[in-house]
């Protein structure tokens, strides 16, 4: 059988809105009304310190919620009144609803209000529209009303836009002037018109919802008018196996107030009737049914729950009799025939007058300590015994029940020891009161993943973080326990791009729901979403601390061609190329590297373009500092040429310190061209002509340290021949002196 779940199923935007104020209200809080229509969430509420009352003088002081739908301006008037804390969860399309009631009635019309009479959101609006308003359940009771010159037509927000447009018809030909204002909710629509769309194309439909909700009941109507079997139901328990014979395709859909995690459990039971609803062979067929007047049911033969049935197809007597509207059948027991009158009972009489009373009292206390396992509820239960393939667990009951190795735990296990242990306690879902061995059937799996999905909606609702065990790592993402099977895509692990996922297998992350939807068991965690929020708290608090010439140690995230950028703490500052070293570095990666941890010192700031300057060159020894002492003039160095110019060379004696070799110092010579004399990267001798600590300024020449370092040099003996006509005097011998003054 396939089930398939309506689009737009479920809580509703302002539901889910009034239910996160609620929770994240102050407790304990007076809901002025029920919160929801919704049983099961009013009682989660209520455990929650969210208290509903009837009216304000059930509240002395404190704080009053006022729900979804909205109060009129009279008890809001009052609440304040009494001092009373107003929080306003009132929907924004109903809001939106009541103050154009009042604008309406402000410019004199009659607001005329289609929506059930007695409904909290249709008081309010009655509030809001002034006591000349009148509401109308449909257009049979908008014909009974008289002429009004000027009406206006507003409709409650869950009510069918067809009822509305119904009333504005019928009313039309009573008025001179008429406006309408669709002020049903657009989620509503998409609701319903998902709801029909998907009735016309099953067998069977089921709508999920408390009986008291409004929306929910209009939403059984709509899908029991398109001629499928509608049943309304409000939990997984009430369905009834026999509601599905031979479907082939079962609809789900939900009302606005219905929680997420109750549609969820009427998916999964349908999706698994093998497991869940009664077996065929269980059904009643035995039982000789009682004779009933047909009229004691009040004739509601068509109520919703039931199927409608033509009038000359009856269903066999015995299946109306047990298929009651929400109500599971369960396997009933045999009937036990009395003895005839005539016959003596087998044990004598004076035993059964003097035991019964004491028999019964044991029998009545064993009863009262038996818990009722009926399919879909929660009892708890001990591991008294692990086999291969199962657990038994005492619940209380008769007899032990047993959990399959598959519905154990939501994770791949081949062994019951890897979860539970002989004494461990936990909560069980019961699938089926028992089986052919008279043993219940439980899951520990499924009442792990209900008490799962209610955490993981106050999460997504709150928006607080969530631990969770990185399992299995997927095409896409990480597969983390939360309870349920949840799944973080890559791009949501790190607030950049992450290589391997692999490394995360086996950790624990922080993690925020980001989407949940129960008809696909879909949940979407992210753990980018809280970095990023931690990463702005931390980058606002860096920025508020910033001073200009503070010291900060950062780390080295990226390296350009004209410098890195540093994280000091969320904010990124660029320290220049320039200002790495007093040295001349050609590229950032020649002195630092990414993820390298240094300290810098704030140059300048400015926060409105969000820039920050660094320098780490003024945390180091300045070279300049003690040059002249340690290149005295005169002084012969060694140094690189660093670059060239049309008026010398630069040449530097050591990282931050370069002199300038003018091109009159670079030869004896006349140099045209410096390149004619020198390259870039040549190691050249320079010799100190001057040192100016201050402008950090130097001199060089590099004829000079040549001509010194020539004369440094010991002299060496000179080597000539001698010619056979050599007098032994040369004009070197007599003018040696002159020569050299003159060179």
Request: hydrophobic residues 40%.
């Amino acid at each position: 059988m396939e089930v398939i779940v309506a689009d737009h199923a479920g809580f509703c935007a302002g539901v889910t809105r009034s239910v996160k104020m609620a929770r994240e209200a102050a407790q304990p809080i007076a809901s002025l009304g029920a919160l929801v229509h919704n049983r099961q969430v009013v009682e989660e509420l209520a455990r929650d310190g969210i208290r509903p009352v009837n009216s304000l003088e059930e509240i002395e002081s404190g704080r009053v919620l006022i729900r979804s739908h909205g109060v009129t301006p009279a008890t809001l008037a009052a609440a304040r009144e009494k001092g009373l804390e107003i929080v306003d969860a009132t929907c924004p399309f109903v809001a939106r609803a009541q103050a154009l009631a009042g604008k309406l009635a402000g410019d004199g019309y009659q607001v005329v209000i289609v929506g059930e009479p007695g409904h909290a959101e249709v008081e309010g609006l009655a509030g809001w529209a002034g006591p000349g308003a009148v509401v109308v359940a449909g257009k049979e009771a908008a014909a009974s009303l008289p002429f009004h010159p000027r009406r206006a037509v507003i409709a409650q927000t869950t009510q069918p836009v067809a009822k509305l447009n119904e009333v504005a018809a019928v009313l039309r030909p009573h008025t001179d002037s008429l406006v309408v204002h669709n002020t049903v909710c657009q989620a509503t629509r998409q609701r319903q018109e998902a709801a029909v769309k998907l009735a016309r194309q099953v067998d069977v439909m089921v709508v999920v919802g408390g009986k008291e909700s409004a929306n929910t009941r209009h939403l059984a109507e709509l899908c029991q008018a398109t001629g499928t079997p509608t049943y309304h139901v409000e939990q997984a328990g009430e369905l009834c196996r026999q509601w599905f014979i031979n479907a082939r395709r079962v609809g789900v859909t939900g009302g606005a107030s219905t929680p997420a995690w109750i549609i969820e459990e009427v998916v999964v039971m349908l999706s698994e009737e093998d497991k869940v609803m009664v077996p065929e062979e269980e059904k009643e067929t035995e039982r000789v049914p009682e004779e009933k007047d047909p009229a004691a049911d009040g004739g509601e033969d068509n109520a919703i729950g039931q199927p409608v049935t033509p009038a000359d197809a009856k269903e066999p007597e015995a299946e109306d009799n047990n298929v009651e509207a929400g109500v599971p059948v369960e396997p009933v027991e045999p009937v036990i025939e009395e003895p005839a009158p005539d016959e003596e009972p087998a044990a004598p009489a004076e035993p059964q007058e003097e035991q019964p009373q004491e028999q019964n009292e044991e029998m009545q206390q064993m009863e009262a300590r038996v818990p009722e396992l009926r399919r879909g509820s929660i009892v708890t239960g001990t591991v008294v015994q692990i086999n291969d393939n199962e657990v038994l667990v005492d619940v209380g009951g008769k007899s032990e029940g047993v959990i399959p190795l598959n519905e154990l735990s939501h994770r791949n296990i081949s062994d019951p020891h890897e979860v539970v242990a002989p004494g461990d306690t936990f909560e069980v879902m019961v699938l089926k009161p028992e089986d052919e061995d008279g043993h219940p059937v439980l899951s520990k799996r499924r009442a792990e993943r209900r008490a799962a999905w209610e955490k993981l909606e106050k999460y997504l609702a709150s928006g607080a973080e969530l631990s969770g065990e990185v399992i299995e790592v997927v095409k896409g993402g990480l597969l983390v326990d939360v309870g349920v099977r949840g799944f973080v895509p890559a791009s949501l692990v790190e607030r950049g791009y992450v290589e391997d996922l692999n490394t995360y297998l086996g950790q624990t992350l922080r993690l925020r729901v980001i989407e949940l939807d129960h008809s696909k068991n879909k949940v979407v965690l992210s753990r980018k979403a809280i970095l990023e929020e931690e990463y702005d708290q931390q980058r606002q608090a860096t920025w508020d601390s910033l001073e200009i010439g503070q010291v900060r140690t950062g780390i080295v995230r990226r390296l350009t061609s004209f410098g890195a950028f540093v994280d000091l703490g969320g904010v990124d500052g660029l320290l220049h190329v320039s200002e790495i070293s007093w040295g001349r570095v050609e590229h950032p990666r020649d002195a630092l590297s990414e993820g390298q941890e240094i300290e810098v010192r704030i140059l300048n700031i400015n926060k409105e373009e969000g820039k920050v300057s660094l320098g780490r060159k003024q945390l180091l020894p300045n070279p300049w500092d003690t040059a002249a002492a340690r290149y005295p003039v005169g002084s012969i160095v060694e140094g690189k040429i660093l670059r060239l110019a049309p008026f010398g060379a630069f040449v530097e004696v050591e990282p931050g310190i370069e002199g300038l070799v003018h091109i009159s110092q670079l030869a004896d010579r006349h140099v045209e061209k410096t390149e004619d004399v020198v390259s870039v990267g040549d190691i050249i001798p320079v010799k100190v002509l001057g040192v100016d600590q201050e402008a950090q300024r130097m001199s060089l020449s590099l004829r000079q340290a040549i001509h010194d370092k020539g004369k440094s040099k010991p002299q060496q003996p000179e080597k000539h021949q001698e010619s056979p006509d050599d007098s032994g005097v040369k004009l070197g011998d007599l003018f040696g002196e002159l020569f050299d003054e003159t060179k």
